[in-house]
């Protein structure tokens, strides 16, 4: 999705993330999309979770240069780098009552110090520029309150969750009750929705109600990571809803993926994908805020080979609030004895971070195992592959239904109902060769393929989301 080059414009974009993988990689991917345009964009955080988002990017050229101020040689995009107060970064913790990372909450509790600093950037970069447009991750409100207070800045929510589940969202608080008329059969699936009960902390509950809510109607519109072609009777609530114009410009991450000019850049894991028959790979990964305990990953290591499928399966534990930080609390993650060597010819194991991206848009995926956290979802729909659903937090069992019901492109690993309950290896093969290996899979197959191909022509010129980005840029540069 890049835009026409020309002059930078007198506008300045000012990114604020929030400090977890799926947020910060969203929104740098949206700022390479921006800074396509020629517009200059200020990407503000903490110096280890800027360090982050740049070294674990994927799909494009950032050649892991974290010490280079811009990215991949794209110098619209500049590092904003700012010290947060000593905070807690202890393990996580695998038998916790809910899968939600409590561990992480000292961190995003700090996060909230980053109000004076990046005010004073604003005020820096106002009066350097025409005009400032603010773009933060929702659940950073609070830190960029004071955006209201400068005369030539606006902002804009970024919404990290899909449109579907937002609205479901508002739906509940509603009591289901609309200032307008809706065909409900249209738009709730038939089925029983996952409640929201074990999605949240109290105590995140508690950040989102002083830190978010209390902030509504900050911005000017919202940017979502979608397109039309998947939730357009879902954006088009929620512009009704609010009143304001809701961006549906997304996927944000790269669509084409660029191989590496030399094979030693390879990730061990594409190269034994490369060996393999055409869709017949599951990906198995539960992202970056997962941690699931021994007893857990023993069924699971169990009904991967029991199913007798191909797979790749990312077995790390949870994302510390720094992840450059090691101690002696680091948990070692066990299979069961000689695992590795029985699978070796159908199945991989990989324990440190992997291409993502690479891996579901490689012609030998077939199905992916996901958490549902709305970052994945986009990006196996995106590269046109079905999943298989095991909800753990969040926003994940709506995005899981949304995946199984509304798109129709993917099978249940788990029921968000039976999420206390451990996971049994017999379920594992069920879902694992239902996807892979059967009728009803090759059709969730063909679904994804189709949807992916939507999806990507999307964001090509005359689609979609390319569409609604040039309004967005033309509403910011007017």
Same mark, same amino acid.
């Given at each position: 999705?890049?835009?026409?080059?020309?002059?930078?414009?007198?506008?300045?974009?000012?990114?604020?993330?929030?400090?977890?993988? /799926?947020?910060?990689?969203?929104?740098?991917?949206?700022?390479?999309?921006?800074?396509?345009?020629?517009?200059?964009?200020?990407?503000?955080?903490?110096?280890?979770?800027?360090?982050?988002?740049?070294?674990?990017?994927?799909?494009?050229?950032?050649?892991?240069?974290?010490?280079?101020?811009?990215?991949?040689?794209?110098?619209?995009?500049?590092?904003?780098?700012?010290?947060?107060?000593?905070?807690?970064?202890?393990?996580?913790?695998? !038998?916790?009552?809910?899968?939600?990372?409590?561990?992480?909450?000292?961190?995003?509790?700090?996060?909230?110090?980053?109000?004076?600093?990046?005010?004073?950037?604003?005020?820096?970069?106002?009066?350097? #520029?025409?005009?400032?447009?603010?773009?933060?991750?929702?659940?950073?409100?609070?830190?960029?309150?004071?955006?209201?207070?400068? $005369?030539?800045?606006?902002?804009?929510?970024?919404?990290?969750?899909?449109?579907?589940?937002?609205?479901?969202?508002?739906?509940?608080?509603?009591?289901?009750?609309?200032?307008?008329?809706?065909?409900?059969?249209?738009?709730?699936?038939?089925?029983?929705?996952?409640?929201?009960? /074990?999605?949240?902390?109290?105590?995140?509950?508690?950040?989102?109600?002083?830190?978010?809510?209390?902030?509504?109607? +900050?911005?000017?519109?919202? $940017?979502?990571?979608?397109?039309?072609?998947?939730?357009?009777?879902?954006?088009?609530?929620?512009?009704?809803?609010?009143?304001?114009?809701?961006?549906?410009?997304?996927?944000?991450n790269p669509v084409e993926i660029s191989k590496p000019k030399s094979e030693i850049q390879r990730h061990k894991c594409l190269e034994w994908l490369d060996k393999q028959e055409k869709e017949s790979v599951v990906y198995v990964c539960f992202g970056t805020m997962t941690s699931i305990s021994d007893e857990q990953i023993n069924e699971l290591a169990i009904?991967?080979?029991?199913?007798?499928?191909?797979?790749?399966?990312?077995?790390?534990?949870?994302?510390?609030?720094?992840?450059?930080?090691?101690?002696?609390?680091?948990?070692?993650?066990?299979?069961?004895? /000689?695992?590795?060597?029985?699978?070796?010819?159908?199945?991989?194991?990989?324990?440190?971070?992997?291409?993502?991206?690479?891996?579901?848009? !490689?012609? #030998?995926?077939?199905?992916?195992?996901?958490?549902? /956290?709305?970052?994945?979802?986009?990006?196996?729909?995106?590269?046109?592959?079905?999943?298989?659903?095991?909800?753990?937090?969040?926003?994940?069992?709506?995005?899981?239904?949304?995946?199984?019901?509304?798109?129709?492109?993917?099978?249940?690993?788990?029921?968000?109902?039976?999420?206390?309950?451990?996971?049994?290896?017999?379920?594992?093969?069920?879902?694992?060769?239902? +996807?892979?290996?059967?009728?009803?899979?090759?059709?969730?197959?063909?679904?994804?393929?189709?949807?992916?191909?939507?999806?990507?022509?999307?964001?090509?010129?005359?689609?979609?989301?390319?569409?609604?980005?040039?309004?967005?840029?033309?509403?910011?540069?007017?």
């Amino acid at each position: 999705m890049n835009g026409q080059k020309s002059h930078k414009p007198q506008v300045s974009v000012v990114m604020v993330p929030f400090p977890a993988q /799926g947020h910060l990689n969203q929104l740098l991917h949206l700022s390479r999309l921006i800074s396509s345009y020629g517009i200059p964009v200020h990407y503000a955080g903490s110096t280890t979770h800027n360090r982050q988002a740049k070294h674990r990017l994927q799909g494009g050229n950032n050649n892991n240069n974290n010490n280079n101020n811009n990215l991949g040689g794209n110098n619209d995009i500049h590092f904003h780098d700012f010290q947060l107060p000593a905070y807690d970064s202890p393990p996580p913790n695998p !038998h916790s009552s809910t899968h939600f990372p409590l561990h992480l909450q000292p961190l995003w509790d700090a996060s909230i110090h980053l109000r004076q600093p990046i005010s004073e950037l604003l005020l820096e970069l106002s009066s350097n #520029s025409r005009r400032i447009v603010v773009i933060y991750d929702s659940l950073m409100a609070y830190v960029v309150q004071d955006v209201r207070d400068i $005369l030539n800045a606006e902002s804009y929510s970024f919404v990290p969750c899909g449109a579907f589940t937002v609205f479901l969202g508002l739906w509940d608080t509603m009591n289901h009750v609309l200032p307008f008329e809706i065909d409900a059969n249209d738009v709730i699936p038939s089925c029983n929705l996952p409640s929201n009960e /074990g999605c949240f902390t109290p105590e995140m509950e508690n950040f989102i109600a002083e830190n978010v809510h209390k902030f509504a109607g +900050l911005e000017n519109g919202s $940017l979502y990571n979608t397109s039309r072609v998947i939730e357009g009777k879902y954006v088009k609530l929620l512009e009704r809803l609010s009143g304001k114009n809701c961006y549906a410009i997304g996927p944000f991450n790269p669509v084409e993926i660029s191989k590496p000019k030399s094979e030693i850049q390879r990730h061990k894991c594409l190269e034994w994908l490369d060996k393999q028959e055409k869709e017949s790979v599951v990906y198995v990964c539960f992202g970056t805020m997962t941690s699931i305990s021994d007893e857990q990953i023993n069924e699971l290591a169990i009904g991967l080979e029991k199913s007798g499928q191909k797979f790749i399966w990312v077995l790390r534990d949870a994302d510390k609030g720094d992840v450059f930080t090691e101690n002696e609390t680091v948990r070692k993650l066990e299979l069961p004895e /000689g695992y590795e060597e029985r699978v070796k010819n159908r199945g991989i194991v990989v324990r440190e971070w992997a291409p993502q991206l690479e891996i579901l848009s !490689h012609s #030998s995926t077939g199905g992916f195992m996901s958490h549902c /956290g709305w970052n994945s979802c986009m990006e196996s729909i995106s590269m046109g592959v079905a999943m298989a659903t095991w909800p753990m937090h969040s926003d994940q069992p709506r995005n899981a239904v949304f995946v199984t019901q509304v798109l129709r492109i993917g099978t249940v690993v788990r029921e968000w109902s039976r999420r206390s309950e451990l996971v049994r290896s017999s379920d594992v093969v069920s879902a694992v060769t239902r +996807l892979i290996a059967s009728e009803e899979g090759a059709e969730m197959r063909r679904r994804a393929v189709e949807l992916g191909s939507a999806v990507r022509t999307s964001i090509a010129a005359g689609g979609s989301s390319r569409i609604e980005m040039d309004s967005f840029i033309a509403e910011i540069t007017k």
